[in-house]
């Protein structure tokens, strides 16, 4: 023995010991995969020693090794040997490894069970302390469940040491084996009043997580936490609370009332920069919290609205501090009070910007953040050259991508409401397209699209700029970085086509879209050039035709043929397509100019038609088909002798709200042409009401300060830029002067309007600053929201196809009123709940084999009058199922639970689409009020696939577990009626037999002796049900009680029935 | 909740590690992968918080050591950076006058006292005093075991 170890630390003076592997990686730089490599054959040697202490000393090593990213999972049973070994110092060291590369999946885990028991009880604080911490590292729901209860015996030791660690890995233990909660529960909260205050802010800590996964449960906690708050000194634990109410009050809305004292206090007087933070942090939260669920009396209210500006007032210092920590922070503060009190934070808005030049990244996003909600039609330009100014500074295309996004969010927010001059949006527009590596190009080419069809007034200009950008277009697609951006031209080539009549050089514009490089673009941009080379081309054929010049005409065509063969060679669908089409066409054309026909009306009809936006509620104005009655019966309404015959007239009388607006045809046609004129007067007033009529264009000939946008200068002022390429700085400097301008004309009005007054204390609002609603836009959006123009010229194919869809809809609806005959081989055996389900099929003439089978019944233990059921809808078919309904037909004693507002007679809809020999479940939710009675109602009376739903008595029992005690006491009180059943010719083991009734009838053993068994069950409404079963030979004899006797009744007899039947 | 803590150089290599939440080998190399390029790559004086996931990365650099600690979104920031702090108090206290080395080389050591600090993303103890006292006692057990073993190798 002595030999053994004197040899064993003969080598151990060989070994590399940490410091020496260490110092070894550092040595060999350059082939240290090649040394680790040897390092592991070396430990793996080691580890076959007998000596714990070489052991150890290689574990140690594997444990900084798997830090540097080498795989030791294959030495895990190693590590179990170390942990076990009864010394503190390898024990330690095995505990360590264990925690480091261990994890869930371990399998050696399972091993540690009893050998961690013994190190938490052993009589060693140290040991315990040790297992503790190793195992909040890698505990298993396994181990969580076996050992949750030394735990918890641990969180009463005798040490604080022992004590805070047992209380800090309940929490673990909670997580993975949640089971343990109730049980511990009260422990957890002894130790909020630990004499230690470490247990204590353990405790408060394992509580806030808690509370914050389920914050309602820990509302009677409040008053003892309020204690703890108004007491304690240590910071750390105080945030813990503060954080703990600020989930609690949302629920409680008097707590923050209550809070309110203690918080103020704390902000005015820490001195810990943190514990003020999350003081406001909490307030803000709280503020809306507390503001809107109840009203609080002036004085409270007040007070409230104080405390928050003293937040806000404490945020603004957080900024303007030169800690950046504090700055950023201050400035996530500000964000969340943005949604709910922008007015707030615009206050602020001189520090926000100045954060905009901060050279921290991160505080200049929180800046960016912030901006969105505090823009106005003022600062907007203001702002945006900012941004711009940075654009051009940023380095990382990142930061650059977020500066375009938030540049376009900002602008482009409510319907363009902070836009006056859209001359500068678009050439802010154009110049972000310069921007290098952007992957945003199809957001800027979307806001041009959107902006050139909804400000009709802009189209001159936007055209003329995007005929520049389809000249140089070389610029975008010359490096194959640029990628992104070309989709710029997608919109560039589409706003050129659809307002060619707006080109000021159509011919040249031509060439650009049908040069040989665009051919290098993506295919769904080429596509878009073709269609539209072939709308400028009509244009062209218009303005030359009427020239008189034919040459010119026939030369148009012959560019057109000559260009176009490129593209139907492309490998693009869609363009080759079009593009051979077009060709055609324009092959044609020109056969007809050479006997001199006139075709340019013809070719322009082709794409005659002005494109409007339409609003997505639209449908709603189109009215009634002539000749349709939605009212009418389309079908003979249910025989009057029926009981419940005014049911279906309910129907039609709730749904009649839907079809209030189409049967608007009704009301007279003086009351309607009123209507229509109010409309119409309130649609002139409103600025941003889409204008279908060329009225609007006029409204903006007549705005004023538009004459003073001279586009021409544009050009002559910026010679460096790509020529014809707008600068958006211009603009400011315009609007300023248009807004001068404004103001000067309306100080001219006032001045007359005083004049006529004769005096006022006019001279204060002369040199007052210029306020939100003085500034008109120069440009008007059409802003398609939930209105459709009156003018329905403007929109005709729209409408076609509407009516078209309505049509459809009316077929569809007839048919579902056609009685289809259906296959149902549904579950019910004899009790019955009718119900339809009523379908759309894609197809009108075939019968549908759609079947469903009901699995489940189950009560809900939650809501006592609550059924779930299951079913299982199959389509047997052919046919794609695109919409079902399902409905129960409600009896006296349940009814099927139905979205609010939903009519008592409506049907839900089922929330999938069933394709063909496919089957998916659904669940449906039903109220039962009374359950002692298996449901049992006569059988169905309409339409469509019926089905039965058999509600027995044991689908409202639900499987509970009952320790054999409370049995016990249950049977002992007195209060349970006695019942018996005794089955004959059972033929098979018992506990077949008992499995039997657990699975079918939702009972638990509580208890099992021999041939003897005692069950348990509980109803969804409380009631308990005993069963005592006993087995001789084929007799088996079940002994019941239950406080309810029929339910009981029931129950057995639905037991007598699964037996009889086996 | 903290969610773990890594300890790296200003070249990038990992010197200590902690997770309190289960992950895979693969996940726990991926995120430490993304960490030290996000941290390594801030600006000096710049502010010690990012974004990354849904989860609030507070870092400081202590020397030529990056502390790193990953916190779940509702924690307060200002408390990490406080944490992180108070443990290199803690280590500086152990070592006297830390340095990189001895984190290298004691490595067991460092989490030995972290373990007293800080257990399953929870702070443990906010004092000091008790923290270091926990870890002299921890240590003077480990002499007595290996006084003893000395003697069995020398006698037995």
Redesign the interface.
């Known amino acids: 023995m002595a030999l053994k170890i004197v040899k064993g630390s003969i080598d151990r003076m060989f070994d590399k010991n940490l410091q020496d592997l260490v110092r070894g990686i550092r040595n060999h730089k350059e082939d240290e995969a090649k040394y680790i490599s040897t390092c592991i054959d070396e430990i793996k040697q080691e580890l076959k020693q007998d000596n714990i202490a070489v052991k150890a000393n290689a574990v140690c090593k594997l444990t900084y090794l798997q830090m540097l990213g080498y795989d030791v999972s294959w030495a895990a049973f190693n590590i179990v040997e170390v942990m076990s070994s009864s010394k503190f110092t390898y024990k330690r060291i095995g505990y360590l490894a264990a925690s480091q590369c261990f994890h869930e999946s371990t399998d050696v885990i399972m091993l540690t069970t009893n050998q961690i028991r013994k190190d938490l009880s052993s009589p060693n604080q140290y040991d315990t302390g040790v297992a503790l911490t190793g195992l909040s590292c890698f505990v298993t729901p396994d181990l969580a469940r076996d050992l949750a209860n030394d735990i918890m015996t641990l969180m009463s030791h005798t040490k604080p040491y022992i004590r805070k660690k047992a209380v800090l890995i309940m929490y673990k233990v909670f997580l993975k084996y949640p089971e343990s909660l109730r049980p511990a529960f009260p422990r957890l909260k002894e130790k909020l009043e630990d004499p230690d205050p470490g247990v204590q802010s353990a405790a408060v800590n394992v509580i806030c997580e808690l509370a914050r996964r389920n914050p309602k449960n820990y509302l009677s906690l409040a008053p003892l936490f309020f204690k703890l708050m108004t007491s304690s000194t240590n910071n750390w634990v105080l945030i813990k609370i503060i954080k703990l109410f600020g989930a609690l009050t949302p629920l409680e809305p008097r707590l923050g009332k209550k809070l309110i004292e203690p918080l103020t206090n704390l902000i005015h007087s820490t001195s810990a920069m943190s514990l003020l933070y999350e003081c406001v942090n909490t307030v803000i939260a709280g503020h809306d919290v507390n503001g809107s669920p109840f009203l609080p009396p002036f004085s409270l209210a007040l007070f409230l609205f104080l405390r928050f500006q003293l937040c806000v007032q404490k945020l603004r210092i957080l900024i303007e501090d030169s800690d950046q920590n504090l700055k950023y922070l201050g400035l996530l503060a500000m964000s969340k009070i943005l949604k709910t009190h922008p007015k707030s934070v615009q206050s602020h808005k001189d520090l926000i910007l100045q954060c905009l030049d901060d050279k921290d990244e991160s505080i200049r996003l929180r800046a960016l953040d912030l901006l969105y909600g505090m823009v106005s039609k003022k600062n907007l330009m203001e702002i945006v050259k900012k941004l711009m100014l940075h654009v051009d500074k940023a380095e990382g295309t990142t930061y650059r991508d977020e500066l375009l996004t938030k540049i376009i969010d900002i602008c482009s927010q409510s319907n363009y409401q902070y836009i006056t001059n859209f001359e500068w949006y678009i050439s802010i527009l154009v110049e972000l397209t310069r921007l290098e590596g952007t992957r945003h190009g199809h957001l800027i080419a979307s806001q041009m699209l959107d902006v050139a069809i909804r400000v009709k007034a802009i189209r001159v200009f936007a055209v003329a700029q995007m005929a520049t950008l389809l000249d140089n277009a070389h610029l975008m697609t010359g490096n194959v970085q640029r990628k992104g951006i070309c989709e710029v031209l997608y919109a560039a080539a589409w706003i050129c086509g659809e307002f060619s009549e707006h080109l000021e050089n159509p011919m040249q514009t031509l060439e650009a879209m049908l040069r040989p490089k665009v051919a290098t673009l993506p295919g769904h941009i080429q596509a878009v050039y073709v269609q539209n080379a072939a709308k400028l081309f009509a244009t062209l054929l218009k303005n030359q035709e009427g020239n008189t010049d034919r040459t010119a005409a026939q030369e148009t065509s012959q560019l057109m043929i000559d260009r176009l063969p490129l593209f139907v060679q492309s490998a693009n669908l869609e363009v080759q397509e079009r593009a051979s089409c077009i060709l055609q066409l324009v092959k044609y054309i020109q056969k007809l100019q050479q006997k001199d026909v006139e075709v340019a009306e013809e070719v322009i009809a082709l794409f005659a038609g002005e494109l409007n936006p339409v609003a997505p509620k639209a449908q709603k104005k189109v009215p009634v088909p002539e000749g349709l009655d939605l009212d009418a019966w389309i079908n003979e309404p249910p025989s009057e002798s029926e009981s419940e015959d005014e049911q279906p007239k309910a129907i039609f009388a709730k749904e009649e709200p839907k079809h209030s607006r189409a049967r608007h045809t009704e009301v007279d046609e003086k009351e309607l042409a009123k209507r229509r004129e109010a409309r119409k007067q309130e649609q002139a007033n409103n600025p941003f009401y889409i204008k279908a009529s060329p009225s609007s264009q006029k409204v903006y000939q007549e705005a004023p300060g538009v004459e003073h946008i001279p586009v021409v200068q544009i050009d002559l002022s910026v010679p460096l830029k790509v020529p014809g390429l707008p600068m958006s700085d211009q603009y400011v400097k315009l609007e300023e002067e248009r807004r001068q301008k404004e103001r000067v004309e309306k100080k001219k009005k006032e001045k007359k309007k005083r004049k006529e007054k004769r005096g006022g204390r006019g001279k204060k609002h002369d040199s007052g600053p210029e306020s939100e609603e003085d500034i008109t836009p120069a440009h008007m959006v059409d802003i398609v929201t939930e209105e459709m123009p009156e003018d329905k010229k403007s929109s005709k194919h729209k409408k076609k196809k509407q009516k078209r869809e309505k049509e459809e809809k009316e077929k569809k609806k007839k048919k579902k009123h056609h009685h289809h005959h259906h296959h149902s081989d549904g579950g019910g055996e004899e009790s019955v709940q009718n119900g339809t389900v009523e379908e759309e099929e894609p197809l009108p003439v075939s019968v549908c084999h759609q079947s469903f089978t009901e699995i489940d019944i189950q009560g809900n233990l939650q809501d006592g009058s609550q059924v779930v059921v299951s079913v299982i809808f199959e389509n047997k078919c052919d046919n794609f199922l695109k919409t079902m309904e399902f409905n129960v037909l409600d009896s006296l004693n349940s009814k099927l639970q139905r979205p609010e507002g939903s009519g008592p007679h409506d049907g839900l809809s089922v929330p999938f689409q069933l394709p063909p020999e496919t089957r998916s479940s659904g669940t449906l939710r039903l109220s039962v009020f009374v359950i002692v009675f298996p449901q049992n109602e006569d059988s169905s009376t309409h339409e469509k696939l019926d089905f039965k739903l058999h509600f027995t008595c044991s689908s409202y029992l639900i499987t509970t577990p009952c320790y054999s005690d409370a049995f016990a006491k249950l049977l002992e009180s007195g209060d349970l009626k006695c019942s018996s059943v005794r089955l004959e010719g059972v033929n098979m083991p018992f506990h077949h037999l008992l499995a039997r009734i657990c699975f079918h009838h939702h009972f638990s053993v509580v208890e099992r002796i021999d041939s003897c068994a005692s069950m348990y069950s509980r109803s969804i409404q409380g009631h308990h049900v005993c069963l005592l079963v006993k087995t001789s030979g084929q007799t088996v004899s079940i002994d019941a009680k239950c406080d309810e006797p029929t339910l009981l009744g029931n129950v057995l007899d639905e037991i007598k029935q699964t037996f009889s039947q086996c | 909740?903290i969610r773990f803590l890594l300890l790296f150089s200003r070249q990038g290599k990992?010197?200590?590690?902690k997770?309190?939440t289960?992950?895979?080998?693969r996940e726990k190399?991926k995120i430490i992968r993304d960490m030290t390029t996000m941290v390594l790559a801030r600006?000096p004086?710049?502010?010690?918080?990012?974004h990354w996931k849904d989860l609030k990365i507070i870092y400081k650099r202590y020397a030529s050591l990056y502390f790193c600690l990953a916190i779940e979104n509702?924690e307060?920031?200002?408390?990490a950076?406080?944490v992180i702090h108070r443990y290199v108090e803690l280590l500086d206290k152990y070592f006297g006058n830390v340095c990189e080395l001895d984190i290298?080389?004691n490595?067991?050591k460092a989490?030995?006292i972290l373990?007293e600090f800080l257990?399953?993303g929870?702070?443990?103890?906010?004092?000091k005093q008790?923290v270091n006292r926990?870890i002299e006692?921890?240590d003077m057990?480990?002499e007595g075991?290996?006084s003893e073993?000395f003697e069995?190798?020398l006698f037995?």
């Open positions: 909740m990992l010197r200590l590690q997770w309190f289960a992950i895979s080998e190399k600006q004086r710049t502010c010690n918080f990012l509702q307060n920031e200002l408390i950076l406080e290298i080389f490595f067991e989490y030995f373990d257990i399953g929870e702070i443990q103890e906010t004092s008790i926990a006692a921890s057990l480990q075991d290996s073993w069995v190798e037995g």
